[in-house]
C-alpha cells in the first residue's frame, strides 16, 4: 500500500517533468513563428472588426455629401460614389466575412464529422447511404448550385452561411470517414470492446480522439475557402447585399473600370484585408498540424 | 458450476464471411468450419496452425468480437453466442484478450495508466480505486511508476506488451484469449513475458487460449494443443503426446518445418509446398488432400470424420486408426 502511493507520488512527478519536456498543445503551437503572427492577425481583426466601429463611431451606412474622395482627414480610407465611410464599410465588412468563414466551417464539421464517424465505425447500410449522398455534393459543382440555391431564396449572411456551410460536409465527412475506417480495425478498438464499453464510450473515447486531429487542421483552411466563396459571390452581386458590406462586395467597386484604374482606395483595402485574413488562417491551420503531430515532438526523459 | 466443467466450451462454431453479396450469391468464406474445443479451469490450450488458416477469427469469435454463422459457445456454464451487446458486457470482464501487436494495441492517446484503468472504469469502479489497482498491476507486471504516464509510443514493445497484459489481467478474468502475444517481440523479450503470463496464470488461476504459430512458444506455454487447418482442427492431443507422436500428415508436416539451431545440419526440404487451397471454393474430401504428402484416392472423395482416440486425442484423417500407429515424429528442432 505504501509502495503504491510512493510510486503515484513519484510518478506525479515523473508526469510533470514529461509534460514540460514534450510540452502542451500550446507551447508546441507557439514553436512557429508564422502560426503566431498568423493567429495574432485573426485575433486582431476579431476585436478590431467588433470594437472598432463602436468605438470610433462610424457607421457604415450614413450617406454624406463627399462621394469618391479619397483618403484624408475626415475619412481616413476615404468615401464611396454614395458618400459612405470606406473604414466603416471594412470593419464591418470584415467582420461579416470572418463570421460567415468561421460559421460556415463550424457547421460544415458539426453536420460531416457524426456521419463520416458512424459511416466509417458501423459501415454497411449507414455506410452506403453517408457516403453516397457524400458523393452527390461532390460532383455538383458548388459555384452552379449556391448559385441557384440563392436565386431560390433571397440572398442574406445567414442563408449564405448555411449554404456555404452545408456544402463543405462532405470533406468534413470523408476525411472522418477514411481515418475511422482504419481506426476501428485497430486492436485497441477491440480491446475496447472487451472491456464492455458501449459503442458510444468507444467512439468518444477511442475513436473520435484517433480520428480528429486532421480535422483541426483542415478547419482553417475550410474556413479561408469559405471566406473566399463569400468573396466570390459577393463580387459577382449574388452574395451578401448592399447596403450591408463584405470584403467581397467592397471589391465589387473594382468592377467598374473606372474605380478599378483611378479610385484604387475604394477596393485595394479590402483586397489586402482578405488576403491577409486567408494567409493567416491558413498559416493557423500548420501550426495546428505541427502541434498536434505528437510524434514530431517526441521527448524521451 | 461444477468444478469438472470446462471453463469454455465451443460446439461446432461457424464463422462465415461475406455471405450475401449482390442477389446473395456470392459462396462465403469460411474461416471457421465446425470448430468444437474446451479450455478447463487455470489450463492453457494452444491453437497452432499456418497464417490465414482462421486462428485469429476463432479467437475473436470466442469472445463474441465477430458474431458467429452458427454453433454454440458456453463460457461459465452460459450459452453467450446469442446474446445480445446490452447483456454480452456483464460477460466480458471474464474473457479478456491479449493482442498480437502491441503498437496498436494501445490506445495511442492515452497515457498507459489510462488504458490500464480503463477496463474497470468501465466495469464503475471509482477514480481513485480504479488508479490503484491499475498502478498495482503495473507493478506486478514489472512497469514501475515511472512508466504510469508515458504514452505508448514512449515504450518499447516488450513494455508495452507488459502493459497490454496488465490491461488484459485487470479485471481478474477467468479465460485470457492469447492472440499471438509474442510473436512480434524480439526473441530476447519472448521468454520474460511468457513467465510473465505463466505466474499470473498461478497467481490468479488463469486459463488460456494460446493462439501461435510458433510451435517451441506452443510447447513451452501448453497443456493442450489444437492444430487447426483451414478453418477445421485437425488434430487435437496433449502437447507432450502432440510433440512425441503427432497422428496428422498436417501436423508431422508443420513440426518438420519448424528450424533446428543448428548450423552443422543441412536445411530441410520443406516437407510441404504450395498454399492452403481457399477457403471460398473448398475441394471436396479432405480439406489437406491437395498438400498432403501420404494422399490416397479416398481422401479426395468425403472428408474424414473426428476420430476420438484414447487419452482424450483426437484426428480427423483416413490414416490414423483406433490404435494410435503412425510411426514416431519426425521432430524438428523443438526440444
Known amino acids: ?301 | 458450476m461444477k468444478a469438472d466443467e470446462p471453463i469454455l466450451e465451443v460446439k461446432k462454431l461457424k464463422i462465415y464471411f461475406g455471405r450475401g453479396g449482390f442477389g446473395g450469391r456470392r459462396p462465403a468464406l469460411r474461416a471457421v468450419d465446425d470448430v468444437s474445443l474446451r479450455v478447463g479451469h487455470t489450463e492453457t490450450v494452444g491453437l497452432v496452425g499456418e497464417s490465414g488458416c482462421g486462428k485469429t477469427t476463432l479467437g475473436r469469435g470466442i469472445l463474441c468480437l465477430i458474431p458467429p454463422t452458427a454453433g454454440s459457445i458456453i463460457f461459465g456454464g452460459e450459452e453467450i453466442s446469442g446474446f445480445s451487446q446490452r447483456r454480452l458486457r456483464s460477460v466480458r470482464p471474464k474473457m479478456q484478450m491479449v493482442f498480437q501487436d502491441p503498437a496498436t494495441a494501445l490506445n495511442p492517446r492515452m497515457r498507459i495508466i489510462e488504458s490500464v484503468r480503463a477496463p474497470l472504469k468501465a466495469n464503475g469502479w471509482g477514480r481513485t480505486r480504479a488508479e490503484q489497482a491499475a498502478a498495482e498491476i503495473l507493478e506486478t507486471v514489472g512497469l514501475g511508476a515511472e512508466h504510469y504516464y508515458r504514452y505508448p509510443h514512449e515504450m518499447s514493445g516488450g513494455q508495452r506488451q507488459r502493459a497490454v497484459v496488465a490491461r488484459a489481467v485487470v479485471l481478474n478474468p477467468q479465460l485470457v484469449v492469447c492472440d499471438e502475444p509474442v510473436s512480434a517481440l524480439d526473441v530476447s523479450i519472448r521468454a520474460q513475458i511468457l513467465n510473465l503470463m505463466k505466474d499470473l496464470q498461478k497467481a490468479r488461476g488463469l486459463s488460456y487460449l494460446f493462439i501461435s504459430h510458433d510451435l517451441s512458444v506452443v510447447r513451452y506455454m501448453c497443456d493442450r494443443v489444437l492444430v487447426m487447418y483451414l478453418g477445421r482442427i485437425v488434430e487435437a492431443a496433449a502437447a507432450e503426446e502432440l510433440f512425441a507422436q503427432p497422428l496428422h500428415p498436417y501436423t508431422r508436416a508443420l513440426l518438420a518445418a519448424a528450424p533446428i539451431p543448428d548450423i552443422d545440419l543441412p536445411a530441410p526440404t520443406p516437407p510441404l509446398s504450395g498454399e492452403a487451397p481457399s477457403p471460398i471454393h473448398l475441394p471436396p474430401g479432405c480439406r489437406f488432400a491437395a498438400r498432403c504428402p501420404e494422399v490416397r484416392p479416398e481422401c479426395r472423395l468425403r472428408e474424414p470424420e473426428e476420430k476420438i482416440l484414447p487419452k482424450g486425442r483426437m484426428v480427423r484423417c483416413v490414416q490414423a486408426d483406433g490404435s494410435i500407429c503412425a510411426g514416431p515424429a519426425r521432430l524438428g528442432g523443438i526440444k
Open chain 1, 1 to 301: 500500500m505504501e509502495q503504491v502511493v510512493a510510486g503515484r507520488q513519484s510518478a506525479d512527478k515523473t508526469r510533470r517533468r514529461q509534460q514540460k519536456a514534450s510540452g502542451g498543445f500550446w507551447s508546441r503551437y507557439a514553436r512557429s513563428k508564422a502560426a503566431l503572427l498568423g493567429l495574432g492577425v485573426i485575433g486582431l481583426e476579431i476585436v478590431v472588426f467588433t470594437l472598432g466601429p463602436v468605438l470610433l463611431q462610424l457607421d457604415p451606412y450614413t450617406l454624406g455629401r463627399e462621394f469618391n474622395t479619397p483618403p484624408g482627414a475626415g475619412h481616413i480610407l476615404g468615401t464611396d460614389e454614395f458618400g459612405r465611410d470606406l473604414l466603416a464599410r471594412l470593419l464591418y465588412g470584415g467582420g461579416v466575412s470572418l463570421f460567415i468563414g468561421m460559421a460556415a466551417t463550424l457547421i460544415g464539421m458539426v453536420v460531416g464529422l457524426p456521419l463520416g464517424l458512424l459511416a466509417g465505425y458501423y459501415r454497411g447500410k449507414t455506410e452506403t447511404v453517408v457516403m453516397r449522398l457524400a458523393d452527390l455534393f461532390l460532383s455538383v459543382p458548388e459555384m452552379v448550385l449556391i448559385l441557384v440555391l440563392v436565386a431560390a431564396f433571397r440572398p442574406s449572411v445567414p442563408a449564405l452561411t448555411l449554404i456555404i456551410g452545408i456544402m463543405s460536409w462532405p470533406g468534413a465527412a470523408r476525411l472522418i470517414y477514411g481515418n475511422t475506417l482504419t481506426v476501428r480495425e485497430r486492436e485497441y478498438i477491440q480491446a475496447a470492446r472487451t472491456h464492455g464499453l458501449s459503442d458510444l464510450r468507444i467512439l468518444s473515447g477511442y475513436v473520435v480522439p484517433n480520428v480528429v486531429s486532421p480535422l483541426w487542421m483542415t478547419m482553417p483552411f475550410h474556413c479561408a475557402r469559405a471566406i473566399l466563396t463569400e468573396s466570390a459571390l459577393s463580387f459577382l452581386g449574388v452574395g451578401v447585399q448592399p447596403p450591408q458590406a463584405s470584403l467581397g462586395n467592397l471589391l465589387y467597386a473594382a468592377q467598374n473600370i473606372v474605380v478599378m484604374s483611378s479610385r484604387p482606395w475604394m477596393w485595394v483595402p479590402a483586397g489586402l484585408c482578405l488576403i491577409a485574413t486567408v494567409i493567416s488562417i491558413n498559416f493557423i491551420g500548420e501550426g495546428i498540424r505541427q502541434a498536434l503531430d505528437i510524434r514530431d515532438n517526441l521527448v524521451r526523459p
